[in-house]
């Protein structure tokens, strides 16, 4: 029975139209949310929350996961393309009269965040490991500390009054837009040309990949997906402060890849979804409100101490949960597995082998 | 036309003399050995033809390029492949990935196309992928495509590294000490398989070897190296009583 039902369900996979179909869907879905309040306002802003964080996570594994080096820079380029996004649609672009000009603020903010990338591309060339950390880390002081001190730019305060023009579609477009261009990337020569670096650089370079060109585009195409992430952020929280964007953040998302997983697309959503709800669910309000159906003698939220202190708590919890990851599960969720739906068909056929019986291997599968 | 020329070749890790006054002529369908002690430069001077290190003096000229001053992976795109005395596969990758990577210098397609997975992409991409799985059936590893390369067991790596090397197209093959840990058995199938790519392929190839049977048994010539210094070069034969080459092998031959 269950073989079965596992034999439809890989069936139901190989069909062509299901990642139209499923994207279509949640497309339309996302349409529909916000129009008819299927979902409450929170409900749609943790969805949000969870889009960004996807794109983050995605965006950070390109070079943490399948490039094997550690950046801490993520949040710079958040900020880069949170302000430069900002800017645009305060006061350059007239985004009330033509919505459609929000998209091109969120890229501008992308393209200023891939221009710092190539920046911070170029020392990466003669470095690696913990110094390029150390490097990674100074970039993203460099650019804390320049936005608090351009005033033009609100300095520590900060901008606020934003206009809220981030919405579930947009989240979900450009999600979806650049999860699968660094799925694409990742299956190309280029990608490929990432893995070899992680593997042994020298025995890459010496077998004809272009490791300085390739790191260029890696680091471009991460900190270009931060970027957006960041304008979209900024639209979405509606108050931009540099100390939004410091190391926290940049740790935040490090903890969604290591949770997920490194090397995995699929790892990274999970974990970034993961990470997101778990938050959320230990702020206070989220826990009392689930705790409310048990009886008083049992739950008082008003009066429970655990409660009221989460928000204290969340932040050993949290820290507490990526410990116990690494010590009982390195490799995270997914590590170095993919969702064969991830894998472009051409690959996994290539890298099928047709044994005797003719069987398929199924499920979660083994990329490398 | 000589395919390789190395005149005057010298290098020096900080004060330490590695290679001195090394001077190579490889012709078309060579195939030659380099012999020495370890410590010898051997290894070094491959180092310094595909670029790892870069020559202090001399020059390398591969059909009429010079490649002192070059990266590894230009070098590498002028078809010149090479293996490593401790295989240096990419353990975490597919057997068949392993064999892709080396393709990149002879993908065509742009980062943008890659990106999009249109235009050029996937007749590129099915190209390479024909052409990595013709290589792996070659070397008999196509059942193992998807298998991850570090569960390969010892002489499948070497074979597998011997297959990556191929996938870069080489003209020039260069093969560190291919029969490190092997057994007598293994050695011969070597032998053969050396004999055949290069027929096969059209190569010129170098090798690096401790084992005198394999050496003796297929080079044409052989270059015996000792702390950087080249103390002979000649057909095997010459090279099995040449004095000096006793010498370094074996000590003084202590006069009565």
Known sequence: MIDLLRKQWNLLLEKRWLVPALLATGFGLAFVIPEYHLLSVYVQLILMYVGINIILAV????????????????????????????????????????????????????????????????????????YLAIITLAF????????ENIDFIGGPRGIPGIMKLTTLPWVFFWTVTLVWMIRNFIYSKYGRGVLSIREDEIAS???????????????????????????LFAHLLQFISPRIFDITKSTDILIMVYLGGIASIGGSILGATLFTVLLELLRPSTMAALLSWLPSFVFDPLNEHFISHLGVWRMVIMPLALILVMLYWPRGIMGLREFRGFIPRRDREAH??????????HGAIDRH | MALLTATKVGHQFGGLCAVADFNLELH?????????????GKTTVFNLITGVYRATEGSICFKGTELVGKNPNQIAA????????????????????????AHHAQVNYTPLEGLLHLGRYRREEQRTIDNSRLLLAIFKLEHLAGETAKNLPYGLQRRLEIARALAISPELLLLDEPAAGMNPNEIDQLMDLIQ??????????????????????????IKVLDFGVTLAEGPPKMIQNHPKVLEAYLGEIPVE
């Not at chain 1, 490791?211 to 304008?231: D, H, N, P, W, Y």
């Open chain 2, 78 to 101: 002028l078809h010149i492949g090479r293996t490593f005395q401790n295989i240096r596969l990419f353990r975490d990758l597919s057997v068949l990935d392993n064999v892709r990577i």
């Open chain 2, 28 to 40: 078309y369908g060579d195939l030659m050995g380099v012999i020495g002690p370890n410590g010898a």
């Open chain 1, 352 to 361: 099928h082998y047709i044994n005797p019986q003719g069987e398929e291997p």
């Open chain 2, 196 to 221: 055949w790519i290069r027929q096969e392929f059209k190569l010129t190839i170098l090798l690096i070897e401790h084992q005198m049977k394999l050496v003796m048994g297929i080079c044409e010539r």
């Open chain 1, 205 to 231: 370079d010496l077998m004809s990949v272009n490791t300085q060109q390739v790191k260029l585009f890696a680091f471009m195409l991460s900190s270009f997906c931060a970027g957006i992430a960041g304008a």
């Open chain 1, 140 to 147: 993203l002081m460099i650019v804390k500390s320049m936005i």
């Open chain 1, 59 to 130: 965006s950070l594994n390109l070079v943490n996961g399948y490039m094997g080096e550690f950046s801490l820079a993520h949040a710079g380029f958040m900020a880069v393309g949170a302000y430069t996004a900002v800017l645009l649609t305060m006061k350059v672009l007239p985004v009330t009269d033509f919505p459609l000009l929000f998209p091109c603020a969120v890229l501008a903010g992308g393209l200023a965040a891939a221009l710092l990338g190539m920046i911070v591309a170029i020392p990466s060339f003669k470095v690696r490991g913990d």
